[in-house]
């Protein structure tokens, strides 16, 4: 093997794609402060694939390409599948060589490999019934109107700034590129993969077909996780604890919380569902799976003493 494997546990960290910035330039910045964090856990041996979200980023080139599009006509639109894939392709670039650095910088003999992921979905899933995701350029009801009858997309208007394509969000059922993540990671390298979610696919009788959606970052990882048996899944948000009754004079932070718990606080509706819901769910999803497991919520700041238990909010099975 070409480097040794950490002595420590196996982790899944999800990064989320608004910590990594809206611009390339901007985002080279961040991850030199995000590798610092998972070099600490490696230094320290742990075993770690980083998996990452990409809306904005992914945003931002469905957005290029369809206004270059329109202005020059000569720009071919960029289908959604092949999109999210580039921006794979220019997160993990990114992050692949700031945690290389980082490891160099410490003399850590360790490498990274970036895997450009795909994820398979159903067509039957619930969620192509009823596309929800925002993706792509405002445009004019009648720029919409014209565009779906041209495509077969869905547009839908967008909290009064105009129309935008939208697209479902399907549950994640398989990682495709799972072995080659595992075989990674057990021959010593830290591997980033899954971002975005995945690409999504089907699965035909003939291979492979790329799909129009938005996977949730967070299930994914909790389905690369639980599938990988990783110790711990690690989902990092903007604060270091749960909370319950948040902004308001009850709030109160959490530092564990079991299943039975978390379904209760989600009934009672504790947790927004654009924000730390899909955290919580994702969790429940990991630890379900797995039940020897731990799930982590907490900030990139906190990270590494949360995995030594010191602090975040921990979900159990």
């Given amino acids: 093997m070409p480097y040794a494997k950490g002595s420590g546990p196996s982790v899944v960290i999800a990064l989320g794609g608004n910590a990594l910035g809206d611009a390339p330039q ?3 910045e961040l991850v030199k402060n995000t590798a610092k964090h998972i070099v600490d856990m490696v230094g320290d041996g742990v075993n770690v694939v980083v998996s990452h979200g990409n809306g904005p980023q992914v945003g931002m080139i469905n957005s290029a390409f369809a206004y270059a599009s329109a202005n020059d006509g000569k720009t071919p ?11 794979q392709g220019y997160i993990g670039y990114q992050l692949s060589q700031a945690i ?3 490891l160099k910088r410490r003399g850590i003999m360790r490498s990274t490999a970036n895997v450009i992921t795909q994820t398979v979905v159903y067509p039957d899933d619930p ?12 445009l004019t009801e009648e720029e919409a109107r014209a565009k779906e009858a041209e495509t077969g997309w869905t547009f839908k208007e967008d909290a009064g700034r105009g129309w935008r394509q939208v697209v479902a969000s399907p549950k994640p059922q398989r990682i495709v590129e799972f072995d080659a993540v595992k075989d990674l990671m ?4 830290i591997v980033v993969s899954t971002g975005g979610g995945g690409v999504p696919v089907f699965q035909r009788d003939d291979g492979y077909e790329g799909v129009p959606a938005v996977i949730d970052k967070d299930r994914s990882s909790a389905k690369l996780a639980a599938d990988f048996k990783a110790d711990m899944l690690i989902i990092l948000t903007a604060v270091e604890k749960v909370c ?22 989600i009934d009672e509706g504790q947790f927004a569902p654009g924000s730390m819901l899909p955290k919580v769910e994702a969790c429940i999803e990991y630890v379900t799976a797995y039940p020897e497991g731990k799930a982590l919520i907490t900030s990139l700041e906190c990270a590494a003493a949360g995995l030594e238990g010191k602090t975040g909010t921990v979900i159990t099975a």
Avoid: C, H, W
């Avoid at 009754?245 to 039975?260: D, G, W």
């Fill in 26 to 28: 901007e985002q080279l």
């Fill in 77 to 87: 639109e960029m289908p959604f599948p092949e999109a999210g894939a580039m921006s």
């Fill in 100 to 102: 290389l650095n980082e």
């Fill in 127 to 138: 969620a192509f019934q009823n596309p929800t995701k925002p993706v792509g350029a405002f």
């Fill in 186 to 189: 057990d021959s010593g390298y």
């Fill in 244 to 265: 319950i009754n948040f902004n308001t004079p009850e709030q109160r932070e959490l530092s564990t919380m079991t299943v039975a718990e978390a379904r209760k606080y």
